[in-house]
């Protein structure tokens, strides 16, 4: 049986989207950090935020280059611009 071989665009796009999920945790992260003392519930309500990114994150493979591109196409945008961030999140 001949294995598949995966293409070097394709392991990059995926390490990607990958570190475009990081950077959205980050984001997420920081504002539970400022939240925690003030607004606790709000921190709980970004920690489930955050988990769901984590979900969405360890669902992308190397193999699936339609997810692997929704996801570079939706979130990185999203974690330049710190304000479309937030109002889409």
């Known amino acids: 049986m001949a294995e598949q071989e995966t293409s070097t665009d394709a392991i990059v796009r995926a390490e990607i989207a990958i570190e475009v999920m990081n950077q959205a945790r980050a984001i997420v992260t920081a504002r539970i950090y400022a939240l925690e003392q003030s607004d606790p519930a709000a921190a709980e309500a970004l920690r489930q935020r955050r988990r769901e990114l984590i979900a969405l994150q360890q669902r992308i493979r190397v193999d699936d280059q339609d997810a692997v591109e929704t996801v570079i196409a939706v979130w990185g945008p999203r ?11």
């Open 79 to 89: 974690v330049k611009d710190d304000t479309r961030f937030w109002a889409e999140l």
